[in-house]
Antibody, heavy 117, light 112 residues
Framework: EVQLVESGGGLVQPGGSLRLSCAAS????????MGWVRQPPGRGLEWVAN????????YYLDSVKGRFTFSRDNAKNSVYLQMDSLRVEDTAVYYC??????????WGQGTLVTVSS | DIVMTQTPLSLPVTLGQSASISCTSS???????????LSWFHQRPGQPPRLLIY???YRLSGVPDRFSGSGAGTDFTLRISRVEAEDVGLYYC?????????FGQGTKVEVK
């Protein structure tokens, strides 16, 4: 059974940092692209970032480029999202997602990030 | 960026009847190699989204066959035949033909 378990969310002040983690199981992690999608409270979905199987390529939403860093550790079946210089508008539930055939075929339960003073 | 527009935003349905949601993209989703990457997701309150349909019309394993997807170019449709109570919630389309991958704003399906 595919499982994606996020952790690391919480309350942070504007300008602060958080590191999200996602532990994956139930599939061949090292052969799978991974991603993050976020959802502000009461609003729609927004793709944030993708990472290639070996971590050699990453893609980011323009509004997070230079502030967020997506990485992975295939030995630990985990991905990480380092979020720096956080803004109020980054407040959202962040979902770890598995890439399927040009889609997101599995989603974690999400972790809430709140940026507020 | 490609803008995805869903209609309607709210869809009251009668259990046992069919329902359709439209999704229109601001530009064609056909890639240079002729493929089209359009997905549909369902999200129940308090739950993460769940993939229903990918590549326009491919149903994910385990998704009931009352869900079907169709369309081409810029116009796509999700159809739910014989709506059941568990089908209520938000439905999102998403394009993956061009980075950044973008979602529609969501359609809320509720029982009349």
């Amino acid at each position: 059974e595919v499982q994606l378990v996020e952790s690391g969310g919480g309350l942070v002040q504007p300008g602060g940092s958080l590191r999200l983690s996602c532990a994956a199981s139930g599939f061949l992690f090292s052969s799978t692209w991974m991603g993050w999608v976020r959802q502000p409270p009461g609003r729609g979905l927004e793709w944030v970032a993708n990472i290639k199987t070996d971590g050699s390529r990453t893609y980011y939403l323009d509004s997070v480029k230079g502030r967020f860093t997506f990485s992975r550790d295939n030995a630990k079946n985990s991905v990480y999202l380092q979020m720096d210089s956080l803004r109020v508008e980054d407040t959202a539930v962040y979902y770890c997602v598995r890439h399927g055939d040009y889609t997101f075929d599995y989603w974690g339960q999400g972790t809430l990030v709140t940026v507020s003073s | 960026d490609i803008v995805m527009t869903q209609t309607p935003l709210s869809l009251p349905v009668t259990l046992g009847q069919s329902a359709s949601i439209s999704c229109t993209s601001s530009q064609s989703l056909v890639t240079s190699d002729g493929r089209t990457f359009l997905s549909w997701f369902h999200q129940r309150p308090g739950q993460p989204p769940r993939l229903l349909i990918y590549k326009v019309s491919y149903r994910l394993s385990g998704v009931p066959d009352r869900f079907s997807g169709s369309g081409a170019g810029t116009d796509f449709t999700l159809r739910i035949s014989r709506v059941e109570a568990e089908d209520v919630g938000l439905y999102y389309c998403m394009q993956a033909s061009q980075v950044p991958w973008t979602f529609g704003q969501g359609t809320k399906v509720e029982v009349k």
